[in-house]
């Protein structure tokens, strides 16, 4: 069959999830549900692939969303709600509003900072169902948080868990990770530097939000992106997002208590008594064990992490490895049972529940209450992912790659992050796209005489993008703030930026690689 047939083909499951999802407004778990039928009729079809192909793909698809991805969103949730039942998330509001209670700076310390700090360290959705919840029990509009928080969790999935996907495209293209690591950092530096402006218009829904912030706005995209550019290209992958994330909240934090004490200031001068209403303090005790299971999250994460060779290897050990899909082209599957992100999670929160003299009976209750909770979220995921198994195994995915890079010719670098951004919206994975298009980026950049590494770059760069209007990013996020069936509209929200963020980084892409940066 034609190849630009087999491309129109393969096409059809991605346009029926954004039609469904975005414009008939189906619930996500019937739709994806009804789009993996779709697909394996269409892979065995048009694609010939055998029908125990086709079912073992599913399968392997199926067992892969609940471990670990469901398993991560399960525990982000299980500590938000413990949080809530034992009344220490009342504790960091308190502690929050200390800090400030400008609620765009609120949005730039939990939805950029802290969620491109659990994005660097951990990844797997934590940094959408973490900071999402938090900005939902602070009294934001849950759909805004859940919007807030995928347009946040774009740049930092670029060197997430601590630089995987760059590293696997270095892999996978044969390129050297250093360079390569530099130039998906300059890329990305324009974007990093302008979604906190975003977020923050977003939060007042006006330009005239940034009166008062600009400055701090201002800092917390340069403390994220600077530092990124110089790991990147010094230390390579591991590190870029870790340590932009970490100055880009510090810095942040920083700034807005200083703006607070002048604001302060200002009040206490202004007032007629003299004096200001007095203000409810949190001690330092309070404080700590309020936070206390997120900040175990942190520790052990790291402590888990490559950062750590020593821990890391012991725990490796701790891992399964199974064939699943019975086709030609099958990639071991393999599942880490203790050193993954949605264990960590909770463990920390079962220590910190105990530190906390919460008895563990009512963690065991609130985590079983969690896991019902999730219920259509379950269908929607494991759908998703089982849906990018049957294209990938069934090859409709280079069917999709071969008719972009056929029908743009010399104009193919505007149109590789929109490839590398497909591959993120079918498989929720930077990581994945990078697997999926990163060796066909590469090869059709040196067959048109431009940087492979440029290109390469671009595909993860592109992929970032895909992450805000992913299924699976969309569920985790409507898991956790509550939103399940109202994935349309967050869908419709987020498309339009995805959309923006594209156009805009491919025209960068297209005269970066004939300038030849």
Not at 263 to 280: M, Q, R, W, Y
Request: contains cysteine; charged residues 10%; positive net charge.
């Amino acid at each position: 069959m034609n190849e630009y047939v087999l491309f129109l083909i393969a096409i059809i499951p991605i346009i029926w999830l954004i039609a469904s999802l975005g414009i008939m407004k189906l619930p996500a778990h019937k739709t994806c549900f009804a789009t993996v039928i779709l697909t394996f009729i269409i892979a065995m079809v048009f694609w010939k692939m055998p029908f125990v192909d086709a079912v073992t793909a599913s399968i392997e698809g199926v067992l892969v969303a609940l471990w670990p991805i469901l398993l991560v969103i399960v525990a982000a949730l299980f500590t938000y709600n413990l949080a809530v039942e034992t009344k220490t998330m009342d504790t960091m509001k308190q502690m929050l509003s200390s800090i400030t209670t400008d609620d765009r700076i609120q949005v730039l310390i939990l939805a950029w900072g802290f969620g491109g700090f659990l994005e660097a360290v951990a990844g797997y959705g934590t940094a959408v169902a973490i900071p999402a919840s938090i900005l939902a029990s602070l009294g934001f509009n849950p759909i805004f948080a859940a919007i807030i928080c995928l347009i946040a969790n774009t740049v930092p999935t670029a060197f997430g868990a601590i630089g995987i996907p760059v590293s696997t495209l270095a892999s996978v293209t044969g390129l050297d990770v250093m360079r390569l690591s530099y130039l998906t950092a300059i890329q990305l530096a324009p974007f990093i530097i302008v979604i906190p402006f975003v977020l923050v218009i977003l939060t007042k829904k006006s330009l005239k939000a940034l009166k008062g912030v600009f400055l701090i706005t201002l800092a917390s995209g340069l403390a994220f992106a600077l530092p990124q550019i110089f790991i990147a290209k010094y230390l390579g992958a591991e590190l870029p997002a870790l340590i932009g994330s970490l100055c880009s909240m510090l810095i942040t934090i920083l700034m807005a208590k200083a703006m607070n004490k002048r604001k302060d200031i200002s009040e206490e001068e202004n007032s007629i008594k003299g004096s200001v209403a007095s203000k409810v303090s949190v001690s330092t005790k309070e404080g700590i064990l309020a936070w206390l299971p997120y900040i175990l999250l942190c520790v052990l994460i790291l402590a888990a992490s490559p950062l750590f060779p020593s821990i890391n290897e012991f725990l490796a050990r701790f891992t399964s490895q199974f064939k699943i899909y019975t086709g030609e082209g099958a990639a071991t599957t393999e599942f880490i049972w203790i050193n993954t992100p949605g264990i960590v999670i909770i463990v920390a929160t079962f220590i910190g529940g105990l530190i906390q003299r919460v008895k563990v009976s009512t963690m065991i209750n609130v985590f079983i209450r969690t896991v019902k909770q999730l219920s259509k979220s379950f269908i929607t995921i494991t759908s998703i992912v089982a849906i990018s198994k049957l294209m990938s195994y069934s090859t409709m995915t280079a069917s999709i790659s071969f008719g972009l890079s056929a029908i743009t010719g010399s104009f193919y670098p505007v149109i590789s992050p929109l490839l590398g951004s497909i591959g993120t919206f079918v498989t929720g994975s930077d990581t994945s796209a990078n697997i999926l298009f990163g060796g066909l980026q590469s090869q059709s950049a040196t067959s048109l005489g431009i940087d492979p590494y440029w290109i390469a770059a671009a595909n993860t760069a592109g992929a970032t993008a895909g992450k805000m209007i992913s299924p699976q990013s969309i569920a985790i996020a409507t898991s956790a703030t509550g939103l399940i069936g109202k994935e349309g509209k967050i869908l419709n929200s987020t498309l339009k930026f995805c959309l923006v963020y594209v156009v805009i980084l491919g025209v960068l892409v297209y005269f970066g690689s004939y300038l030849k940066i």
